[in-house]
Antibody, heavy 122, light 114 residues
Framework: QVQLVESGGGVVQPGRSLRLSCKVS????????MHWVRQAPGKGLEWVAV????????YYADSVKGRFTISRDNSKDTLYLQMNNLRDDDTAVYYC???????????????WGQGTTVTVSS | QSVLSQPPSAPGTPGQRVTISCSGS????????VYWYQHLPGTAPKLLIY???????GVPDRFSGSKSGTSASTSASLAISGLRSEDEADYYC???????????FGGGTKVTVL
Protein backbone atom coordinates (compact mmCIF):
# COMPACT_ATOMS: atom_id res chain seq x y z
CA GLN A 1 0.00 0.00 0.00
CA VAL A 2 1.45 3.30 -1.11
CA GLN A 3 1.74 5.79 1.74
CA LEU A 4 3.20 9.26 2.21
CA VAL A 5 3.40 10.66 5.73
CA GLU A 6 4.46 14.26 6.30
CA SER A 7 5.85 15.59 9.55
CA GLY A 8 7.69 18.60 10.90
CA GLY A 9 5.01 21.24 10.73
CA GLY A 10 4.39 23.68 13.55
CA VAL A 11 4.28 27.30 14.60
CA VAL A 12 7.34 29.37 13.77
CA GLN A 13 8.17 33.06 13.88
CA PRO A 14 8.76 35.06 10.71
CA GLY A 15 12.34 34.86 9.53
CA ARG A 16 12.95 31.50 11.18
CA SER A 17 13.44 28.07 9.59
CA LEU A 18 11.63 24.76 9.56
CA ARG A 19 12.27 21.41 7.90
CA LEU A 20 9.45 19.18 6.72
CA SER A 21 9.83 15.46 6.09
CA CYS A 22 7.80 13.02 4.03
CA LYS A 23 8.34 9.34 4.75
CA VAL A 24 7.11 7.07 1.98
CA SER A 25 6.37 3.36 1.76
CA UNK A 26 4.82 0.87 -0.61
CA UNK A 27 6.71 1.81 -3.78
CA UNK A 28 10.23 2.27 -5.14
CA UNK A 29 10.91 5.80 -3.94
CA UNK A 30 14.18 6.07 -5.86
CA UNK A 31 12.36 5.76 -9.21
CA UNK A 32 10.05 8.76 -8.84
CA UNK A 33 10.46 12.49 -8.84
CA MET A 34 8.63 13.99 -5.86
CA HIS A 35 6.71 17.18 -5.18
CA TRP A 36 5.69 19.54 -2.42
CA VAL A 37 2.37 21.35 -2.83
CA ARG A 38 0.74 23.71 -0.34
CA GLN A 39 -2.59 25.31 0.39
CA ALA A 40 -2.76 28.54 2.34
CA PRO A 41 -5.92 29.27 4.37
CA GLY A 42 -8.73 30.26 2.05
CA LYS A 43 -6.55 29.85 -1.04
CA GLY A 44 -6.12 27.26 -3.76
CA LEU A 45 -3.49 24.61 -4.28
CA GLU A 46 -0.02 25.99 -5.02
CA TRP A 47 2.82 23.86 -6.30
CA VAL A 48 6.03 24.48 -4.34
CA ALA A 49 8.86 22.34 -5.68
CA VAL A 50 9.88 19.13 -7.44
CA UNK A 51 13.04 17.05 -7.21
CA UNK A 52 14.33 14.48 -9.69
CA UNK A 53 14.28 10.79 -8.78
CA UNK A 54 18.01 10.83 -8.04
CA UNK A 55 18.17 14.31 -6.54
CA UNK A 56 20.11 15.62 -9.53
CA UNK A 57 17.72 18.46 -10.34
CA UNK A 58 15.13 20.63 -8.65
CA TYR A 59 12.62 23.27 -9.65
CA TYR A 60 10.82 25.79 -7.46
CA ALA A 61 7.87 28.13 -7.55
CA ASP A 62 8.97 31.75 -7.78
CA SER A 63 7.33 32.44 -4.41
CA VAL A 64 9.82 30.18 -2.58
CA LYS A 65 12.89 30.29 -4.82
CA GLY A 66 16.02 31.12 -2.84
CA ARG A 67 14.33 30.40 0.51
CA PHE A 68 13.18 26.77 0.26
CA THR A 69 15.26 23.71 -0.63
CA ILE A 70 13.83 20.36 -1.61
CA SER A 71 15.98 17.29 -1.04
CA ARG A 72 15.69 13.55 -0.64
CA ASP A 73 17.43 10.59 0.92
CA ASN A 74 16.68 7.53 -1.18
CA SER A 75 18.32 5.26 1.38
CA LYS A 76 15.71 6.42 3.92
CA ASP A 77 12.73 6.70 1.53
CA THR A 78 12.30 10.25 2.74
CA LEU A 79 11.66 13.59 1.06
CA TYR A 80 12.49 16.91 2.73
CA LEU A 81 11.63 20.57 2.43
CA GLN A 82 13.97 22.98 4.17
CA MET A 83 12.18 26.29 4.61
CA ASN A 84 14.29 29.32 5.53
CA ASN A 85 13.41 32.96 6.10
CA LEU A 86 9.76 32.06 6.55
CA ARG A 87 7.12 34.69 5.90
CA ASP A 88 3.52 35.08 7.01
CA ASP A 89 2.31 34.05 3.57
CA ASP A 90 4.08 30.69 3.86
CA THR A 91 1.39 29.69 6.35
CA ALA A 92 -0.25 26.67 4.75
CA VAL A 93 -0.88 22.98 4.79
CA TYR A 94 2.05 21.34 3.01
CA TYR A 95 1.54 18.12 1.08
CA CYS A 96 4.11 15.82 -0.42
CA UNK A 97 2.97 14.06 -3.57
CA UNK A 98 4.17 11.36 -5.94
CA UNK A 99 3.61 11.40 -9.70
CA UNK A 100 1.55 8.74 -11.45
CA UNK A 101 4.52 7.72 -13.60
CA UNK A 102 8.27 8.23 -13.85
CA UNK A 103 10.71 9.69 -14.69
CA UNK A 104 9.48 12.86 -16.37
CA UNK A 105 8.35 15.97 -14.53
CA UNK A 106 5.24 16.36 -16.66
CA UNK A 107 3.52 13.35 -15.12
CA UNK A 108 1.07 14.65 -12.55
CA UNK A 109 0.61 13.73 -8.92
CA UNK A 110 -1.60 10.78 -8.08
CA UNK A 111 -0.64 9.96 -4.50
CA TRP A 112 -0.73 12.57 -1.76
CA GLY A 113 0.09 12.65 1.91
CA GLN A 114 -2.38 13.98 4.47
CA GLY A 115 -0.42 17.17 4.89
CA THR A 116 1.37 18.96 7.70
CA THR A 117 0.44 22.45 8.87
CA VAL A 118 2.94 25.29 9.01
CA THR A 119 1.92 28.48 10.76
CA VAL A 120 4.21 31.48 10.53
CA SER A 121 3.30 33.98 13.18
CA SER A 122 4.97 36.26 15.67
CA GLN B 1 -3.47 35.35 -10.64
CA SER B 2 -3.15 31.67 -11.58
CA VAL B 3 -1.44 30.61 -14.79
CA LEU B 4 -4.38 28.30 -15.52
CA SER B 5 -7.78 29.99 -15.48
CA GLN B 6 -10.87 28.36 -14.02
CA PRO B 7 -14.25 29.82 -13.12
CA PRO B 8 -14.46 30.37 -9.35
CA SER B 9 -17.79 28.62 -8.98
CA ALA B 10 -20.00 26.09 -10.74
CA PRO B 11 -23.43 25.59 -9.19
CA GLY B 12 -25.77 22.80 -10.18
CA THR B 13 -28.81 20.86 -9.07
CA PRO B 14 -28.89 17.12 -8.32
CA GLY B 15 -28.74 15.08 -11.49
CA GLN B 16 -27.54 17.98 -13.60
CA ARG B 17 -24.37 18.04 -15.69
CA VAL B 18 -21.75 20.59 -14.68
CA THR B 19 -18.71 21.51 -16.76
CA ILE B 20 -15.57 23.26 -15.51
CA SER B 21 -13.21 24.90 -17.96
CA CYS B 22 -9.45 25.31 -17.63
CA SER B 23 -7.64 27.71 -19.92
CA GLY B 24 -3.87 27.88 -20.32
CA SER B 25 -1.26 28.40 -22.99
CA UNK B 26 1.02 26.57 -25.39
CA UNK B 27 3.67 26.13 -22.69
CA UNK B 28 1.39 24.13 -20.41
CA UNK B 29 -1.95 22.70 -21.58
CA UNK B 30 -0.91 23.07 -25.22
CA UNK B 31 2.06 20.75 -24.74
CA UNK B 32 1.42 18.54 -21.72
CA UNK B 33 -1.16 16.36 -20.02
CA VAL B 34 -3.89 17.96 -17.94
CA TYR B 35 -4.76 16.59 -14.52
CA TRP B 36 -7.88 17.24 -12.43
CA TYR B 37 -8.14 17.05 -8.65
CA GLN B 38 -11.01 17.07 -6.21
CA HIS B 39 -10.25 18.66 -2.86
CA LEU B 40 -12.32 18.67 0.29
CA PRO B 41 -11.25 20.80 3.28
CA GLY B 42 -8.98 18.95 5.67
CA THR B 43 -8.28 16.08 3.31
CA ALA B 44 -5.64 15.22 0.75
CA PRO B 45 -6.41 16.19 -2.85
CA LYS B 46 -7.80 13.31 -4.88
CA LEU B 47 -6.81 12.61 -8.48
CA LEU B 48 -9.94 12.54 -10.65
CA ILE B 49 -8.57 12.64 -14.19
CA TYR B 50 -5.04 12.03 -15.46
CA UNK B 51 -3.49 12.43 -18.90
CA UNK B 52 -6.38 14.64 -20.08
CA UNK B 53 -9.16 12.07 -20.01
CA UNK B 54 -8.18 8.95 -18.06
CA UNK B 55 -9.97 7.97 -14.86
CA UNK B 56 -8.09 6.21 -12.05
CA UNK B 57 -9.72 3.06 -10.79
CA GLY B 58 -12.43 3.87 -8.29
CA VAL B 59 -13.40 7.20 -9.83
CA PRO B 60 -16.99 7.02 -11.10
CA ASP B 61 -17.59 7.38 -14.81
CA ARG B 62 -19.77 10.41 -13.99
CA PHE B 63 -16.46 12.30 -14.10
CA SER B 64 -14.90 12.87 -17.50
CA GLY B 65 -12.08 15.01 -18.81
CA SER B 66 -11.31 16.39 -22.22
CA LYS B 67 -8.82 18.59 -23.98
CA SER B 68 -9.89 20.42 -27.11
CA GLY B 69 -9.18 18.45 -30.23
CA THR B 70 -6.37 20.36 -31.89
CA SER B 71 -2.74 19.54 -31.23
CA ALA B 72 -2.16 23.10 -30.05
CA SER B 73 -5.20 23.18 -27.80
CA THR B 74 -4.76 25.35 -24.74
CA SER B 75 -7.94 24.52 -22.91
CA ALA B 76 -9.39 21.55 -21.11
CA SER B 77 -12.58 20.75 -19.25
CA LEU B 78 -13.96 18.52 -16.55
CA ALA B 79 -17.56 17.35 -16.72
CA ILE B 80 -19.56 15.95 -13.85
CA SER B 81 -22.77 14.28 -14.91
CA GLY B 82 -25.57 13.15 -12.63
CA LEU B 83 -24.46 15.67 -9.99
CA ARG B 84 -24.68 14.43 -6.42
CA SER B 85 -24.47 16.19 -3.07
CA GLU B 86 -21.18 14.40 -2.33
CA ASP B 87 -19.65 16.11 -5.38
CA GLU B 88 -19.57 19.40 -3.49
CA ALA B 89 -15.87 20.22 -3.37
CA ASP B 90 -13.15 22.33 -4.92
CA TYR B 91 -11.83 21.17 -8.29
CA TYR B 92 -8.42 22.06 -9.72
CA CYS B 93 -6.78 21.57 -13.08
CA UNK B 94 -3.00 21.30 -13.32
CA UNK B 95 -0.24 20.82 -15.88
CA UNK B 96 3.51 21.12 -16.29
CA UNK B 97 4.69 24.43 -17.78
CA UNK B 98 7.96 24.31 -19.71
CA UNK B 99 8.36 28.08 -19.91
CA UNK B 100 8.26 28.36 -16.12
CA UNK B 101 9.77 24.91 -15.44
CA UNK B 102 7.05 24.53 -12.86
CA UNK B 103 3.76 22.81 -12.22
CA UNK B 104 0.85 25.22 -12.49
CA PHE B 105 -2.58 24.86 -10.95
CA GLY B 106 -5.81 26.58 -11.79
CA GLY B 107 -7.30 28.81 -9.12
CA GLY B 108 -9.92 26.19 -8.32
CA THR B 109 -13.65 25.91 -8.94
CA LYS B 110 -16.09 25.40 -6.10
CA VAL B 111 -18.91 23.09 -7.12
CA THR B 112 -22.08 23.56 -5.10
CA VAL B 113 -25.14 21.39 -5.32
CA LEU B 114 -28.24 23.54 -4.88
Amino acid sequence: QVQLVESGGGVVQPGRSLRLSCKVSGFRFSSYSMHWVRQAPGKGLEWVAVIAYDGSNEYYADSVKGRFTISRDNSKDTLYLQMNNLRDDDTAVYYCARPEEFPYYYYGMNVWGQGTTVTVSS
Amino acid sequence: QSVLSQPPSAPGTPGQRVTISCSGSSSNIGSYYVYWYQHLPGTAPKLLIYRNNQRPSGVPDRFSGSKSGTSASTSASLAISGLRSEDEADYYCAAWDDRLNAWVFGGGTKVTVL
